[in-house]
């Protein structure tokens, strides 16, 4: 079956200008995650969605950095007015998981990511 | 807030032999998951250990979870080129939020 498919893979912007970068989870999964994950690092935590409820958004880094997933589907992650500190591939992961239970297996799935390179 | 540290960062290793990679937690966690990334690719997930003491096996991969659940291993005999690539643990901060290891770099020798 289709994994998590996110696009575009590559996004080169230049400072001050939007993006908008797209994320297509596995049919059926209730939560997605979205990560940025800076060079030598482990992913770091944006924002997670249950179905269009989004339930956590603390780990965006500032106002500039807007989530969205209106029909409990396909996911959008938008930054504005790109920074250069912006420059990190950013992962959307899905799980079938609902939150609520800590052992439930909740492996996630993660799509190939989209490195955005701001200049 | 809970935080889990990897060690060691980087481990170069002659094809063929052994080594163990490191996960340590501040605090007690509920359970413990390992994902792999190969170079370019994106994090596919291993295991997840939930019971004091379990171990796990996937082929030549062993996987512990420690006693008192604040430390996880993962072993690896007879080191291939197919296990190059960063091993990071994630231990949950609570029912969906995982914390992230900045994980263990492998590469391997011919």
């Not at chain 1, 880094?61 to 950013?90: C, H, M, N, W």
């Not at chain 2, 062993?62 to 990071?88: C, M, P, R, W």
Request: proline share 4%; glycine share 10%; charged share 20%.
């Amino acid at each position: 079956g289709a994994g998590v498919s996110q696009s575009p893979r590559y996004k080169v912007a230049k400072r001050g200008q939007d993006v908008a970068l797209r994320c297509d989870p596995i049919s059926g999964h209730v939560s997605l995650f979205w990560y940025q994950q800076a060079l030598g690092q482990g992913p770091e935590f944006l924002t997670y969605f249950q179905n269009e409820a989004q339930l956590d958004k603390s780990g965006l880094p500032s106002d500039r950095f807007f989530a969205e997933r209106p029909e409990g589907s396909v996911s959008t992650l938008k930054i504005q007015r790109t920074q250069q500190e912006d420059s990190a591939v950013y992962l959307c992961a899905s799980s079938r998981a609902v939150a609520g239970g800590l052992r439930t297996y909740n492996e996630q799935f993660f799509g190939p990511g989209t490195r955005l390179t701001v200049l | 807030g809970q935080q889990v540290m990897q060690i060691p960062q980087y481990q170069h290793v002659q094809e063929g032999e052994d080594f163990t990679t490191y996960c340590n937690s501040s605090t007690t966690l509920s359970n413990i998951q390992w994902y792999k990334q190969r170079p370019g690719g994106h994090p596919v997930f291993l295991i997840q250990l939930v019971k004091s003491g379990e171990v796990k096996k996937q082929k030549r991969l062993t996987f512990q979870f420690g006693e008192a659940k604040k430390n996880s291993s993962l072993h690896i005999t007879a080191t291939q080129t197919t296990d190059v690539g960063t091993y990071f643990c994630a231990g949950p901060l609570n029912d969906y939020k995982l914390s992230f290891g900045a994980g263990t770099t492998v590469t391997v020798r011919a």
